[in-house]
C-alpha cells in the first residue's frame, strides 16, 4: 500500500471524524480505547511520521475523541457464531473457514465478555439493560452445529452465560446440505440434543427451514418457509420460538413481513449495512477466526459496527483494512 496515496484520505476521514466526535458525550472504556487506538496504529507499521501528522502527534487523543461520539454510544451488541473447534474446519480461503472458532479462542472471548461485559439473553436486549454501566452483549449461534452443544455450551455453562442457538429445521438432525457439496459437511443437531440444549438454559430459535436466502427468495417462498420453521419449532419445544435469525443475514420485505405474521418477537440479520436496522432486522457482529484480542474487544462493545458503518470513518477503516487482514497470522 502506498502511504503518500492513503494518507490525505485517512487523513481526511479521521479529521472529519474527530470534528463529529467532539460533539458528543459518550465515555468510552479503556479496552475499547485501545482498540480504537491500535487500529489507528496499525498505520505505524508503515509510516510512523505520516501517522503522526495524521493524527496530530498522539493516537490515543483520537481513541479519546472517537469515544465521545454520539454514533458510537454503547448498546447491547449481538454475536454471531457459527461453529467451533479446529477439528474438520476447512482451510483458509475456502467458503466455511471463516464460520469456525477454534476452542482456545472461544474460551479466551468468553473469559473476556464474563470480566468486562454484561452478556445478557435476547430477550433483555429489548428491555434497556445494561447494570454498572457495562456494556451488555447476547451471544448467538447460526445453524446449530453440533460442536456448539459439545465445545461451546461447556464453557457457556462454566461461565455462566446466556446463548441462543438458531436452527433451520429442515436439516435437524443432518448436515448442512444448504451448502454447496464441495463445502466440509458438518452435522446439525437432533431434536434430542435441541432439547438438551434448551434443559441445559439455552435457547433454540429459527433460522428458517430450509436455509434459502430468504432475501432473495419469492413471497410465496419467504411464507411458506417461515411458517414451516415455526411449526417445526413449536412441536419440538411445546411453544412457539420467539426470535428469528435470517440465513446468510438477509431479508426482504416480504420476510420481514412473514416473520412478522409468524408471531416472532425479532429477527435477526449481519452486519452488512444493507438493511435500516428495526426490531424484524436487528444488526448483529460476526465473530471470524481472525479477529485478535483487540478487535474482539471492539466488536463486543457496539463499537466496531458504529465505526465500520458511520460514514465520515468508514473511509478509514476500509484503508486499514489490508493492513489489519494482512498481518494476522
Ligand atoms: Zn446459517
Redesign the pocket.
Known sequence: MNDRQVNPRLSRAIAQGVGELQRGRARIDDQDALGVSVLVEHRSDHSPEALRSVLGGDHDRVAEHVATVPAVNATTTVLAY?ALGTHGAPPRGTPLHNAFVSTEAFEAQMAFLARHREVVSLDAITQGVGRDGRKSVSITF??AYRSVLTLAVPVLERYRLAATV?V?TMWIGQRNG?DPPSSAPLEIMTHEELLELRDRGFQVAS?GHA?IDLGRASPAEVEHDVAASARCLTEILGSPPRHF?Y??GKSSEAARQAVARAGFDLAFALDRGTERPSRLAVPRTPIYPRDRRWLYGMKASGRYRQIRYWPPLRGGYDLLRPLIRGRRS
Open positions: 457459527h447460526d445453524d438458531f433451520p444448504w433460522h436455509h435469525a440465513p446468510y
